[in-house]
């Protein structure tokens, strides 16, 4: 089970900007798993055009480099598939924006190197990371003991789980506690589903109820209109994704965010990038360039202090 530090609740609310910008969603298709695509193939340098604030180069972060990173001076990075406000698809274009890919772009400044975005479904980027198709990912993903076994971690912000159930709460889903006999949408390779879901099925077989009826879902999307029409009773995702949904589907509300923890950016052990991104991560966390990339998509509140490595949840 996540065990936060603190618990911070984000604000209700997104700035237009972000609203905009993810109105076409409903007509952009996404990556298929495992075949990842760069999403600004031209190579331009990490933040051009892409709204991030600049960020002078720590060069005591460059310092530590693996020499193939110094060599190549790209860094590429792999972010799952439309879910906005921590990834999607600026409109008009191919090219993703959100926090996880302006955390990425400020982390490339950091370290002075070209940042590729790489495309690609949540479960498909440990195993990419493994056969070398990236470099590191900025993904919302949670340290566990079980990921940490090939990936090292830095922690670069904090996000919570969230209920989303149909307008008006029919269920009465009121926390996780609530879950037992339910049928509920979960992400493919998500911490809800790996860590959260197995421990609540405890929960209940322990008060002598039904378990959990679990469906999995390459994106929200698929797992809201699921919802929507009626499959299933509720949808266990991060809160942000899902507070974001609920302010564009009226049949939807979220009964719930809970369990606010920090997630961290992956790079594989053997790599020795972690030394690197950590120190270029303090600088960034130090900047106010860092304050602008979450407030420019309102998840202030998400913000950390202290980029930690290797910080199991």
């Given at each position: 089970m996540r065990k936060p530090a603190s618990i911070q609740r984000i604000k209700p609310g997104l700035p237009a900007v972000v609203v905009t910008a993810a109105l076409m969603l409903t007509v952009t298709a996404c990556s298929p798993a495992g075949n990842a695509s760069p999403s600004d193939p031209s190579g331009s340098p990490a933040t051009a055009g892409t709204g991030v604030p600049a960020l002078e180069a720590n060069p005591a972060a460059v310092e530590l480099l693996p020499a193939s990173i110094k060599a190549s001076k790209v860094l590429r990075v792999a972010i799952p598939t439309n879910e906005p406000p921590t990834q999607f698809y600026r409109e008009g274009t191919q090219e993703m924006t959100g926090t996880n890919p302006d955390v990425a772009r400020l982390i490339g400044e950091a370290l002075g190197v070209k940042v590729e975005i790489q495309v690609a479904n949540f479960d498909s980027i440990i195993p990419g990371l493994a056969a070398n198709r990236y470099d590191m990912t900025v993904s919302s993903m949670t340290p566990t003991t079980k990921r940490m076994e090939v990936l090292d971690f830095v922690d670069y912000m904090q996000i919570g789980t969230g209920i989303a159930v149909p307008k008006g709460n029919p269920g009465?889903?009121?926390?996780?506690?609530?879950?037992?006999?339910?049928?509920?949408?979960?992400?493919?390779?998500?911490?809800?589903?790996?860590?959260?879901?197995?421990?609540?099925?405890?929960?209940?077989?322990?008060?002598?109820?039904?378990?959990?009826?679990?469906?999995?879902?390459?994106?929200?999307?698929?797992?809201?209109?699921?919802?929507?029409?009626?499959?299933?009773?509720?949808?266990?995702?991060?809160?942000?994704?899902?507070?974001?949904?609920?302010?564009?589907n009226p049949q939807i509300e979220v009964a719930a965010t809970y369990e606010f923890a920090p997630v961290g950016v992956g790079v594989p052990k053997e790599s020795g990038l972690v030394k690197s991104v950590s120190k270029a991560l303090d600088a960034v966390i130090r900047s106010g360039s860092y304050a602008k990339v979450l407030g420019k998509y309102g998840l202030e509140s998400s913000a950390i202090t202290d980029a930690r490595v290797n910080f199991a949840q």
């Open positions: 009465g889903i009121k926390d996780q506690h609530a879950l037992c006999g339910k049928k509920v949408g979960l992400l493919t390779g998500s911490y809800q589903l790996t860590v959260d879901v197995p421990g609540y099925d405890k929960e209940c077989a322990a008060a002598g109820k039904e378990g959990i009826q679990r469906s999995e879902f390459q994106d929200t999307r698929q797992a809201i209109s699921a919802l929507t029409s009626g499959r299933l009773d509720t949808v266990l995702a991060d809160s942000p994704i899902l507070k974001y949904a609920a302010t564009q």
